[in-house]
DNA sequence: GGCTCCCTACTCGGATAGTTGCTGTCCGAGTATGACTGG
DNA sequence: CCAGTCATACTCGGACAGCAACTATCCGAGTAGGGAGCC
């Protein structure tokens, strides 16, 4: 089980599009520069942070992107589902079912063990994921970073 | 991120398994047959299971996989762990570094913000699944379920 | 001088290849069983 | 009748293809801005 990278790369270009001046839009390019990302990879996941009203994007010149909200009303559950998509990592195939006489000692009505066992560990990450927003992360970053990245934005 | 449908596959043999009866051990292919799953592919998770100490395999005729110890001893993060491996799913690539004042101003000392607010959602997953037992998961299943396998490994 | 129109350049957006890891499969090493042979 | 030996068949174990998802990239649609031309 391994995580898309992008993930990564979503909650730091978040953090970087807030310390950026409000008054325009960040390109993707200026993320990707400062970051030293590919941008053409990065526009697409800047694209899914759009998607899901994460993001807000202008075209043109001067365009760019946005935070659609505040830092302290945007989750890391919000940021890694906009990324990975809201499937739940383990999919029970039911192969419970599948036994000679699955069909017919197993109620379809209860849910199979260990499909809930497993929901009930990824309901708790989901929880602390949900927990916290970047607004939490924002406040843990050193000042002098935030300053950099603010000079490095306003050019 | 998507877990591997081997997890599935191996808890549910690890209590098939249980249920067999104690006398022999359960070779892979009747495991296979009896959840209708591919045995050259199943086989390659209970090896996976036998590295990780939770399963003992016996080579030869009349040989096969057992528990190497009981239910209530092996969590689900056991499994999770012999299966999926013991790398998180979040791994940060400390991009923030790569930022042009990025060596000057992060303190290397102090870990990545973003990470270790991903590794404390880890770490609630990982601890729930940790408190969940395979006997917990056998005591919610239904008994004629039990029996049904019983008399299909017993033969 | 001011307004309108047009052209340019810039940005996002989705469609298109490359690569890694999971899925599925196969055959060889090793061993307990059972039969056979000799005493 | 019994013990030793051998052949056999069965099992796990690791090495080998196929496929899907993630990674990386490109080019086209749309738009704001600036300049030229006209009134």
């Known amino acids: 089980m391994r995580m898309s990278e992008g993930v990564e790369w979503a909650v730091h270009c978040c953090l970087g599009i807030a310390w950026a001046p409000d008054d325009r839009a960040l390109p993707a390019a200026r993320l990707a520069a400062y970051y030293s ?11 899914a942070l759009t998607r899901a009203g994460i993001l807000a994007s202008t075209p043109g010149p001067r365009g760019g992107f946005r935070l659609a909200r505040p ?24 192969i419970r079912l599948n036994t000679p006489e699955g069909r017919a ?21 989901r929880r602390e994921l949900a927990g916290q927003t970047l607004a939490d992360i924002h406040a843990s970053v050193h000042p002098d970073v935030i ?6 934005f306003t050019d």
Not at 75 to 91: K, N, Y
């Open 71 to 94: 830092l302290h009303a945007i989750t890391l559950m919000d940021v890694v589902c906009a990324i990975e998509g809201t499937d739940p990592a383990f999919r029970c195939t039911e």
């Open 105 to 125: 000692t197993v109620d379809p009505g209860v849910p199979c063990a260990v499909d809930r066992a497993m929901n009930r560990a990824e309901l708790a990450w």
């Open 147 to 152: 300053a950099g990245a603010r000079t490095h």
């Open 37 to 47: 990302l590919p941008a053409p990879y990065l526009n697409k996941q800047l694209q």
